[in-house]
């Protein structure tokens, strides 16, 4: 009882930063992303009745307990779905820089529960994989499928309403998007414990809780009629407000760096020379730039003359789930 599935990892154009449900991982607000072609988790789940433990293995080294135990929880989930209580052998090899804001666990739990469900032979639909793989992360509901995709915050308490849904496929519209890597460590706070503190303390919580759904919805209209100078500023503008919520929190959390800050301005200029780039950063350094195809190539040298940035990986809208026979 074994399969192997890979699922990209998405990039945030509408935040999701907030639960209602700290078990479920219920959204406050509904969220919109792009799969992305150039980062990727794989993994193999194999059960075996002569296993007599659960075993995780990440890039080929044994994980920590923390690591393991976030695992082993979700994975009881679905041998529940199963009606199994056998153990499992999980080996996960991260194509993404771990824990550094570029959405590692959005892959590493979509597929997770991919393989899991594929070795025990659930036959789950894409929308209960999506509903799955949100109980280990929220934005790995996402990354069950390619392109641009919603994720329905639902309202319902069982959360059996909160699902993501593609929008639009990767091949219906290619734009580049440039992952500026400024920092490979992993965050000292966590997205989990980040929002904990800003539902919590933030003054300007309600602000973004008031905002975000308009600009969920005008970010659907760029999309639909292929308008990337209005997608680029709705996305800029609601990445803005995110960290400034973050801002207020108490303590304040701040994940941009020096390199951050660099990387904004050097946009802001290259807009000024009338190349439309959009910058957009999850909870983490790092930075994510949005351009056309046709400036790819002058965006993506402009960013390597930065002193702060390390590599520039350039990617495009990717596919959902696949598994390895």
């Known amino acids: 009882m074994k399969a192997t ?4 990892t998405n990039i945030a154009l509408i935040k999701y930063w907030g639960k209602r449900d700290e078990t479920l991982f219920l959204p406050m607000n509904s969220s919109l992303s792009i799969t992305l072609d150039s980062f990727f988790t794989v993994t193999t789940v194999e059960f075996c009745k002569n296993f007599d433990k659960d075993v995780f293995f990440l890039n080929e080294l044994q994980a920590t ?33 771990t824990a550094a804001g ?29 509903m799955l793989a949100r109980q280990g992360s929220g934005s790995a509901c996402r990354s069950v499928y390619g392109g641009f995709v919603e994720w329905q915050k639902g309202i319902q308490i069982d959360g059996k309403d909160s699902f993501a849904k593609q929008i639009l496929s990767e091949k219906s519209w290619d734009i580049s998007i440039l992952s500026v890597l400024l920092v490979a460590e992993p965050k000292k706070v966590s997205s989990t414990e980040g929002m904990k503190r800003t539902v919590k303390t933030s003054p300007f919580y309600s602000g973004w809780l008031s905002t975000v759904e308009k600009d969920l919805e005008e970010a659907k209209e760029a999309i639909s009629s292929r308008d990337f100078e209005k997608l680029g500023i709705i996305v800029e ?16 959390i701040l994940y941009w760096q020096k390199g951050s800050i660099d990387v904004i301005h050097h946009i802001h200029k290259l807009r000024s020379e009338g190349i439309y780039a959009y910058f957009t950063i999850d909870a983490g350094p790092n930075v994510k ?14 960013l390597l003359s930065l002193t702060d940035v390390q590599e520039v990986i350039i990617c495009h809208p990717g596919s959902g789930i696949k598994y390895l026979e």
Do not use: W
Not at 5 to 8: D, G, K, L, P
Not at 289 to 302: A, G, M, N, T
């Open 237 to 252: 503008a609601n990445a803005m407000k995110m960290h400034a919520t973050m801002l207020g929190a108490n303590p304040p």
């Open 102 to 130: 570029f959405a590692s666990s959005a892959s590493g739990f979509a597929a997770l529960a991919a393989a899991a469900t594929r070795a025990l032979e659930l036959q789950l639909s894409e929308k209960e994989l999506s």
């Open 289 to 302: 730039v949005l351009c056309l195809p046709k400036d790819e190539k002058i965006v993506y040298e402009s």
């Open 5 to 8: 599935a890979i699922a990209n």
């Open 65 to 97: 307990d923390k690591e393991s135990n976030k695992v082993f929880i979700f994975l009881n989930k679905v041998r529940d779905l199963a009606g199994t209580n056998l153990h499992a052998r999980i080996c996960s090899e991260n194509r993404v820089p």
